[in-house]
């Protein structure tokens, strides 16, 4: 059913005929297919995948049954398994899972990470205005290079307000003033104006819908409606809102309401048009007669029909005749009644939230062929695939087993929606489609009848129904009914509406975009413009529902005819593209090649559309040996693009080089535009790296370290490898990035020795890999007491870990993992037996708001460096607090520091109310020691062999070569008993020097050679050092005999 009722002015009632995005209630199939996890996830459990180490084929039952145990041993259970037998999805606690990590067995353990839907729909209004045809004609969902946007237009929308948060209007630029006392103008409580605005300039953003304007127009609101879409008597004033549209700029004003005429508005709309060059454009109306509706009637408005996807005028659609002759319209572009026409009919855009989703989708695919759909209100949603199958009228008690585990088709009438769509699910049948018995879709509602468990139903148009029922019964059937809602992070809404006024603003916005195309107000006159629209419209013939039958030329119902954006485009080149800006794009904007192989690259050069004359092109500013040629030049309209082929690459020196072009107009050398590209150039692969820290066998590191580098020149991207093994045959985690550092996304197993190495890569190729380097994690000390917390005793219940031995603390963490309810009533505290230390890591914790955390089961590692104190970071939720995060303690842990972690440590749990009870599961502490990773003395890798030197020869010889640092570190060079000719770099180790005749009589020198490490350790070797003069024979050792 369609509700025909028009934004009034003094009464606003809106255009809310067809609304298709109320929330549906989850399916039955929904509910099987994921209720085990969401009662692990309340019970604490987490999404991991596990990949275990190989098995054979034959091993693979075995297998699994082994896996499948091993995990509900820690408490999990596997919620999918993969082709691969050896992964498997499974829910986890946070410290089962770190156990599993610690399995011979595994070889990897990963939360699963969270994705989210972020697709963009395009209405079918903005297609059917040509809009896309002007700004994205190759359907990238890019706005194409030159291409008119709106930018530079400012549209003024009166309505209901402005959603402002939505995520569909973030990066727009908005302003706006409200009416009504005590609301914003960024505000709407009713949706009308975000809709009609999201219409006009939704962005491009890949999120949710775009408008007729990609999000480049500037938008002034003035919100003359109160949040309950009622004119509010004393304070909306439509002229006075015009008015501050013109006062704030605005080039066209998109009014989707009406009411009463009045002589002072007239004349309002009648200035503006006149003299300050405004576009006025309105709803004719949604009373489906042949009354006229204003402002819409005004001769200086546009008055805007509706239509429907089949360019059909729509039933509610107002068709008021002319007083003027359509033959012989006034010379002044005026006119009275409808003038044009644009998409009105289920149009889909921007909603304020809450409720907050996605764009609903509402589809069939069969066989492959999709068909759309609306929603039928009250039916579950989901997604579902089955057999197709003919079910009639499916009235009650016509129900066949056939029709079980099927998607079963229906045709509208004689009994109510809610009824077939219960005698499907009643019958075993999976989802519900509901086609027309007449011409054209509908959308239904089960108005609170449709029974549990709910199951998805979609309202087809007579057409598509009548198709599948004689062509595609049997055929596989794929039934969405999405609502939106599985976007749980999105900002605002979307929904579906009809109505004169959702035609409106996509010909307010089509206005500005034609307006924008050449040069704006100050080029072309709204007069001008207007007629323009008029003139490029598609004519419109058929029967209005209800109404009457329209024909060739002007008609009351549709106008001129359909806005065509892209026609209009092309009409108005003609008409004023003498005075049209040429524009130029260039792509790609930033090209990376290797010289070594490459020789020659093109650019593509795009004027913009709306200049229509010819273009001569230039390249300036090229690398040094290079040079280039255009496929075309001059550029003659209508030709807009020519490809500059830049040539002689190979063995062009590594840089960064800009070449730029210009496009000039052969007619008026001052009409000129300009780009450029960035052309990044790599002579070879980058060197191999030199890491930096953890340093090499370093101890005691954390279980999510921070691996780093140094940069490489050249390079544009890292390839980071972790492993347990030295060969990095099994590679535990690997991560590219562009930067010199990364930390790992999950911890490591505790006391466990880890390899890693780094390679730097560009265009050219993956590098060398550099050293490999090893670090060992830190070691964990944990009880598992799983003893009663006593209820209501401030003595509470003491687990004690003895530490065998242990140097210095210098940081301490502590895990707390228990099984209790209402976590207000625990104080918990941690002493170093014998120190006269005891600090408290919680004390009766409250929530963020302030009261009593009535939050369960607390699962957290208390540190000195988090965020958030976990005394007033509780949540009333199970668990209490996010499972396995870090929260600040009470006291510092930073008392124990000094302290030797040998020795008992005592975790008191007291539980200081009655009723709620509980256990303590697990605690570890966490160290770091004093000292930090162990340094190791440089080593000798090979000894430097004995020397014999002419004098007057020069020396040079490279003792670094005689060292080894086990950690890496970079070592000092000194040296003592050398003649005195002779030197030592401190950094490179080499000698170098000429031997004198007056140190012959020393001879033979005993040359000591140090290396140092950053550390002061250090190793010393030596050789001996003859100086001859010439033809002096020396033995090593003495003769043999």
Not at 151 to 177: E, L, N, R, S, W
Not at 725 to 731: G, K, L, N, Q, T
Not at 735 to 747: D, F
Not at 921 to 937: F, K, T
Request: proline share 5%.
């Amino acid at each position: 059913m369609t509700n025909r009722r028009n934004i009034r002015r003094k009464a606003l009632v809106l255009a809310l005929s067809t609304l298709v995005s109320a929330p549906f209630a989850g399916s039955a199939l929904a509910e099987v297919s994921s209720k085990h996890a969401a009662t692990a996830k309340a019970e604490g459990l987490q999404p991991y995948y596990v990949r275990y180490k190989g098995a054979s084929s034959a091993q693979k039952d075995l297998t699994a049954t082994a896996i499948a145990e091993q995990i509900s041993s820690l408490g999990g259970q596997i919620t999918h398994r993969f082709s691969n037998p050896r992964l498997v999805s499974v829910m986890l606690s946070d410290q089962a899972a770190l156990a599993l990590r610690g399995s011979n067995d595994v070889e990897l353990v990963e939360r699963v990470p969270e994705h989210k839907l972020l697709a963009q729909v395009t209405p079918w209004n903005v297609d059917q205005f040509q809009a896309r045809d002007i700004w994205d004609k190759d359907r990238n969902g890019e706005v194409d290079p030159g291409a008119p946007d709106g930018t530079g237009i400012k549209v003024c929308i009166i309505d209901t307000g402005f959603y402002a948060p939505h995520d569909d209007f973030q990066g727009i630029t908005v302003d706006g003033h409200s009416q009504i006392s005590g609301e914003q103008w960024s505000e709407d409580g009713n949706g009308h104006g975000t809709h009609v605005a999201g219409t006009v300039n939704a962005m491009n953003n890949d999120v949710g819908v775009v408008g007729v304007l990609p999000g480049k127009a500037e938008l002034f609101i003035v919100k003359i409606f109160n949040n309950s879409g009622v004119w509010s008597s004393g304070e909306s004033d439509l002229a006075a809102a015009a008015e501050t549209c013109r006062d704030n700029g605005a080039n066209v004003i998109s009014m989707s309401l009406g009411g009463p005429s009045s002589s002072v508005e007239r004349d309002v709309f009648q200035d503006l048009y006149d003299n300050d060059g405004i576009l006025h454009v309105a709803a004719a109306g949604n009373d489906g007669d042949n009354s006229a509706s204003y402002p819409a009637g005004y001769p200086s408005v546009v008055s805007v029909a509706a239509i429907d996807q089949a360019e059909v005028a729509a039933d509610f659609t107002q068709y008021p005749p002319t007083a003027n002759d359509p033959n012989s319209p006034p010379a002044n572009s005026e006119w009275d009644v409808v003038e044009l026409a644009g998409g009105g009919v289920n149009v889909l855009s921007t909603w304020p939230g809450p409720p907050h989703g996605g764009v609903p989708a509402y589809l069939v695919n069969v066989g492959g062929s999709e068909f759309s759909a609306n929603g039928i209100e009250g039916a579950g949603a989901g997604t579902v695939s089955a057999e197709l199958v003919s079910g009639g009228l499916c009235a009650t008690g016509t129900g066949q087993p056939s029709w079980s585990g099927k998607v079963v088709i229906c045709e509208r009438g004689t009994v109510s929606f809610a009824e077939k769509v219960n005698t499907v699910k009643d019958a075993g049948g999976v989802a519900a489609l509901l086609y027309n018995n007449a011409a054209g879709n509908f959308s239904g509602t089960c108005n609170s009848q449709c029974t549990t468990p709910l199951i998805p139903a979609l309202s087809l148009s007579q057409a598509d129904g009548q198709n599948l029922v004689a062509n595609h019964i049997g055929a596989a059937t794929t039934v969405t009914a999405d609502d939106g809602s599985s976007c749980t992070d999105c900002i605002g809404g979307y929904n579906s509406i009809s109505g004169t006024s959702m035609a409106t603003p996509g010909v307010a916005a089509g206005m500005s975009f034609i307006w924008n195309a050449c040069g704006g107000p100050a080029e072309v006159t709204n007069k001008e413009l207007r007629l323009l629209l008029r003139d490029s419209a598609k004519d419109l013939s058929g029967q209005q529902p209800g109404g009457p039958a329209y024909g060739a030329g002007w008609d009351p119902s549709t106008g001129w005819g359909l806005v065509q954006l892209a026609d209009a485009l092309e009409l108005g080149n003609q008409r004023f593209g003498s005075s049209c800006a040429i524009g130029l794009g260039v792509s790609p904007g930033l090209t990376e090649i290797c010289s070594a192989s490459a020789s020659s690259l093109p650019f593509t050069l795009t004027l913009g559309d709306v200049f229509t004359g010819t273009a001569n092109l230039s390249a300036t500013n090229l690398p040094a040996g290079t040079s280039g040629n255009f496929s075309v030049n001059p550029v003659i309209h209508p030709v807009k693009q020519s490809v500059y082929t830049l040539s002689g690459l190979n063995g062009l020196a590594g840089g960064l080089y800009s070449v730029d072009f210009e496009a000039v107009d052969a007619a008026d050398a001052g009409n000129r535009a300009s780009g450029s590209v960035n052309l990044s150039v790599f002579a070879a692969a980058p060197a191999a790296i030199t890491l930096g820290a953890p340093a090499n066998n370093a101890t005691d590191q954390s279980l999510r370290p921070t691996l780093s580098w140094t940069a490489s020149s050249g390079a544009s991207t890292y390839t980071v490898e972790v492993s347990t093994s030295s060969d990095f045959s099994s590679i535990l985690a690997t991560a590219t990035v562009n930067g010199t550092s990364y930390t790992l996304p999950s911890e490591l197993n505790p006391s466990t020795t880890y390899y890693w190495r780094v390679r730097a890569a560009n265009i050219c190729g993956s590098g060398a890999n550099s050293q490999v380097r090893s670090f060992t994690t830190g070691v964990f000390y944990c009880a598992t007491p799983g003893a009663a917390i006593p209820d209501n005793t401030p003595a509470g219940l003491n687990s004690t870990i003895t530490v065998p031995s242990g140097a210095a603390l210098t940081d301490l963490d502590v895990r707390l993992r228990a099984t209790h309810t209402w976590s207000n009533d625990l104080t918990v505290t941690l002493t170093k037996v014998g120190s006269g230390t005891t600090i408290r890591l919680l004390e009766e914790p409250t929530t963020s708001a302030g009261g009593g955390c009535n939050g369960d089961n607390p699962n957290l590692i208390f540190d000195d460096a988090a965020a958030s104190a976990a005394n007033n970071s509780c949540v009333n939720a199970n668990p209490g607090w996010t499972a396995g995060g870090r929260f600040r303690p009470v006291d510092a842990l930073t008392a124990f520091n000094g302290t030797s972690l040998a020795g008992d440590w005592t975790l008191n749990v007291a539980d200081n109310a009655g009723l709620d009870t509980g256990t303590l599961d697990e605690w570890c502490l966490m160290p770091a020691v004093s000292g930090g990773p162990s340094n190791q003395a440089p080593i000798i890798k090979a000894p430097m062999s004995n020397r014999s030197v002419q004098m007057g020869a020069s020396a040079s010889w490279d003792a670094a070569a005689a060292f080894e640092d086990p950690d890496g570190d970079d070592l000092q060079y000194s040296m003592t008993g050398a003649p005195g000719s002779l030197s030592i770099d401190a950094d490179t180790g080499m000698i170098t020097g000429t031997l004198l005749e007056a140190e012959i009589s020393a001879t033979p020198y005993v040359i000591e050679v140090t290396a140092t490490d950053t550390g002061a350790m250090s190793v010393t070797t030596s050789f001996e050092l003859v100086v001859t003069t010439v033809n002096d024979l020396v033995f090593w050792g003495g003769f043999e005999d």
